[in-house]
């Protein structure tokens, strides 16, 4: 049983949501609007603002949708409520970012700067030099673009220099020693 899946949602408000027959629903917020299909076997019900998600049989594959079409709806009631943040730290002697207009501008000791240009729905934040904020509405996207970010220069195990997540932990290595 799917312990997940079975958690009702609580809609906040200010949040509209709309559900066709084909079980495509829109979620309207004071951040904006996000549009998900989920699973047309999944029956979406919304009573006294509260929204619950029911599988119509038990067998494996309404098992694993049931938890997945109830996280995809809350991460939308979230996300138009409160929105994404994910923090990156840039660690490394020389490494820094800086935002010029809608362009997240990283120096990275490549030998040129990396740019990289917002997209649509996407906000970056440079805190400093060496802190960077991805923030936005769908959850998904935010830890793409954090991701993409993160890929041009993965922390390494030595010295922990690269672009790492603020939560995340580098295990670090010892290096050779001589005789």
């Known amino acids: 049983m799917s312990r997940i899946g079975l958690k009702p949602i609580s809609l906040p ?3 509209e949501i709309k559900i066709d027959a084909n079980n495509f629903v829109e979620v309207k917020g004071p951040k904006g609007q ?15 603002g509260v929204l619950t998600v029911a599988r119509p049989t038990e067998n494996k594959k309404h098992k694993s949708l049931h938890g997945l079409s109830r996280t ?3 991460n939308m009631v979230v996300g138009v409520t409160e929105g ?4 990156l730290d840039i660690v490394g002697t020389g490494y820094r970012a800086a935002k010029q207009g809608n362009k997240l501008m990283l120096t990275l000791g490549f030998s040129h700067p990396v740019e990289m240009e917002d997209p649509k729905g996407i906000e970056t934040e440079v805190q400093g030099t060496n802190k960077i904020l991805v923030k936005g ?3 998904q996207q935010v830890g793409n673009y954090a991701s993409k970010i993160r890929d041009w220069r993965r922390p390494e195990p030595y010295k922990g220099k690269g672009i790492k997540y603020t939560e995340e ?10 005789k």
């Open 13 to 15: 408000g200010g949040v």
């Open 34 to 48: 996000l549009s998900q299909q989920i699973d047309k076997d999944m029956e979406i019900k919304i009573e006294d």
């Open 72 to 74: 995809l709806l809350n």
């Open 84 to 87: 994404y943040v994910k923090t």
């Open 137 to 139: 509405i769908d959850k």
């Open 169 to 178: 932990v580098i295990r670090r290595k010892v290096g050779k020693t001589g």
